[in-house]
């Protein structure tokens, strides 16, 4: 080495060590996330075939389990219901999920060969090569393994015309709407928009605290058009009353997420129409108190015993 000067820089050496000392913790997180993504496929009505050595019906298993004492690895690949065009929606739909070719990331990657990186191949060359057009490679990261079924789940609904398994809660979407107020889906960064329905009875104090933690608030009248505005609405306030149905369309037609009303008329029928159109309804709180109420939530504790 000393000749060819064969030797790691000190920056990369230091990077090297800092990546050793944690993989035996990375890599069971790996496993263990993989196995309930597997188990969750092995079960799902949208899934022609899955392809994991954890799986006691997999062929291998055996031998699996003989030489693979700390794990069965973290690639995962499986045959989605409707080919190559379901699993182009499937990679179109992910959020969470990066769509790349490579594996072995803490993030978890999926790809689609037949649409990605084998798409000039004809179906009988696929075949041949031993790459359906159903096929999709996952890669299982080191996520919270909930959110990594939850995105995984959502996506394949959506490319199958099937119903998902896992339903979104208004703690959920709270979450979502009011954990950052930046979206970052498919890797791009987008300020969260929210448009305040104008009454004379409103107060702009919770409007003015939620525009300097950085969302994008747009004040909106009753009969404005929310399809004439140029960017995606995240979420609908009202402070009290009810909303148009026309308003409701045009939210759906915006693809919106949450109606927030503090105070909601009893009466109102379009809040019925929104929860069927998959909106969240949030009622009885403030946006800006329930800003507060998750910053100050204790994380939960757990007791180890060493």
Not at 19 to 37: S, Y
Request: hydrophobic content about 40%; proline content about 4%; glycine content about 6%.
């Amino acid at each position: 080495m000393r000749d060819i000067g064969a030797c790691l820089s000190p920056q990369n050496a230091f990077l090297l060590l800092q990546g050793l000392e944690t993989l035996h913790l990375r890599v069971e997180r790996h496993n263990q996330n993989a196995e309930e993504v597997a188990a969750y496929l092995n079960n799902h009505p949208a899934v022609e075939w899955i392809n994991y050595p954890g799986l006691k019906d997999h062929p291998a298993h055996v031998l699996a389990t003989k030489y693979l004492q700390n794990g069965f690895g973290s690639i995962i690949t499986f045959g989605i219901k409707g080919g190559r065009e379901a699993g182009r929606k499937l990679i179109d739909n992910i959020s969470i999920w990066s769509h790349v070719a490579n594996v072995g990331d803490a993030k978890s990657l999926i790809i689609n060969p037949a649409s990605t990186t084998h798409q000039q191949l004809s179906p009988e060359d696929l075949q041949k090569s031993g790459v359906s057009e159903e096929l999709v490679r996952l890669s299982i990261g080191i996520e919270r393994v909930h959110d990594i079924l939850v995105d995984l789940d959502q996506a394949i609904a959506k490319a199958t015309n099937s119903k998902a398994s896992f339903q979104t809660t208004n703690e959920d979407a709270v979450k979502w709407l009011l954990s950052s107020p930046f979206d970052r889906t498919g890797g791009n960064v987008r300020q969260k928009a929210i448009a305040v329905i104008s009454k004379e009875n409103d107060s702009g104090l919770q409007t003015d605290k939620l525009k300097r933690l950085g969302y994008q608030i747009v004040t909106v009248n009753d009969d404005e058009q929310l399809n004439d505005l140029p960017f995606t609405i995240d979420a609908v306030w009202l402070e009290e009353g009810s909303v148009p149905a026309s308003f409701i369309e045009q939210f759906i037609n915006k693809q919106g997420k949450i109606l927030w009303i503090e105070k909601p008329n009893v009466t109102d029928q379009t809040l019925e129409h929104a929860e069927a159109a998959g909106i969240k309804v949030i009622t009885g709180v403030k946006p800006y108190d329930e800003f507060a109420r998750l910053r100050s939530k204790k994380p939960e504790q757990t007791t180890v015993q060493v």
